[in-house]
């Protein structure tokens, strides 16, 4: 089930706009109907900027918290997989992975939080529970190539050491 948000203050018709937009919905035979349970925010202003101050905030506060966590048991999930050589040829199929079981994960997760909060008890304090998962790249060579075509050929030369 896709829940949304809408402020006292949002018109019901741009939302819809808004879905239809970012191809959240369609329109069949006269009713419009899910094409997927996420939103692609990218190249839309205004929602996608405070998505992406959200993510950071989120971010900032576990680094944040874990810090000063007194255990590993009582930090928050918080791990990453790094290779310092990965193959550039290879970023196009990674990205198809990680696409795949990253939403996959987090399916799962939104799963598990939504029968969570509809057996609460309505006296239960609550708070804004979220997961993100994100790929992070170092080198800014091949930091925008979405295919080992797309790379100059002279980003990928290595240097000879001057006393070899």
């Known amino acids: 089930m896709l829940r949304i948000a809408v402020g006292s203050r949002s018109n019901s018709s741009e939302v819809l706009q808004y879905l239809l937009r970012t191809r959240t919905v369609r329109k069949v035979r006269g009713r419009y109907v ?4 996420w939103i692609m925010l990218r190249g839309i ?6 998505r992406s101050i959200r993510g950071l905030v989120g971010m900032l ?3 944040e918290h874990n810090l000063l966590a007194e255990s590993d048991a009582r930090s928050w999930f918080e791990f990453t997989a790094e290779n310092p050589r990965f193959p550039v040829s290879q970023l196009e199929a990674f990205d198809k992975l990680l696409r795949r079981t990253g939403l996959g994960s987090l ?3 939104d799963l598990f ?16 529970l979220g997961v993100g998962m994100h790929r992070f790249q170092q080198n800014g060579a091949a930091s925008f190539a979405v295919s080992t075509k797309a790379v100059p050929r002279a980003g990928l030369k290595r240097r000879r050491p001057r006393n070899a």
Do not use: N
Not at 34 to 37: H, Q, V
Not at 45 to 50: F, Q, T, V
Not at 113 to 128: I, L, N
């Open 34 to 37: 899910l094409s997927r349970r």
């Open 107 to 109: 399916r799962k997760l």
């Open 45 to 50: 202003s205004g929602s996608a900027h405070s």
């Open 113 to 128: 939080m939504q029968p969570c909060e509809a057996t609460r008890s309505p006296t239960e304090p609550t708070v804004w």
């Open 61 to 63: 506060r576990t680094l």
